[in-house]
């Protein structure tokens, strides 16, 4: 693969993880919703006559719901990973571009090939630019998959422990 493909290889693989990036932010709210329900849940638990329960149905009404906080609280470890996560990098402004630009006009000022000195500068420094910044998305987002993963699946392992306790208060008023 010579230089002008691999330049136009790490373009494209900057902007597929800019829009993979705004495809893990957009699948977010789901667990959020999710984590704001899983809270009034645990509140109507808390209000459930759980006072009346026997010794042995107590204890396991109280495991049920601190297991499912557990497991809660850490879904929201990884719910906070994956939306604030590691901080990404973006090519320069094109403000920057054109000063950068600008410096190297000086530089090469008495340069008979200045502006080919100039337009292989740039593009070098693109090369580059393109390089580290879509190889640190790429980590980044991988991240922030793998921790939306471990969001999702402790999620739904604190609802479904959080049905236990729910169904030892509805034994009761049987």
């Known amino acids: 693969m010579n230089r002008a ?3 136009a290889h790490y373009e494209k693989v900057y902007f597929h993880e800019i829009s993979r990036k705004e495809q893990i932010f957009a699948r977010l709210n789901i667990p959020l919703a999710i984590v704001v329900s899983l809270a009034g849940f645990y ?5 459930g006559d759980h006072k009346s329960l026997t010794t042995g ?5 109280w495991v049920g719901f601190f297991v499912s906080a557990v497991t809660l609280v850490t879904a929201i470890g990884f719910l906070i990973d994956a ?11 094109p403000n920057d571009t054109e000063e950068f630009r600008r410096t190297l006009e000086e530089y090469f000022s008495g340069d008979p090939d200045a502006e080919e000195s100039i337009a292989s500068q740039v593009e070098s420094a693109y090369y580059g630019y393109y390089m580290y910044c879509g190889s640190l998305l790429t980590i980044n987002n991988d991240r922030k998959a793998s921790s939306f993963y471990y969001c999702v699946v402790l999620l739904i ?3 479904a422990v959080a049905l236990a306790p729910y169904a ?4 009761t008023k049987i």
């Not at 149905?57 to 009404?61: A, E, M, N, Q, Y």
């Not at 939306?83 to 402004?93: S, Y």
Request: aromatic share 10%; glycine share 4%.
């Open 168 to 171: 030892i208060l509805m034994h």
């Open 43 to 47: 509140a109507l638990l808390l209000n």
């Open 57 to 61: 149905l107590r204890i396991w009404f």
């Open 157 to 159: 392992t604190a609802t």
């Open 5 to 7: 493909a691999l330049f």
């Open 83 to 93: 939306l604030v996560g590691r901080m990404d990098q973006a090519i320069p402004t």
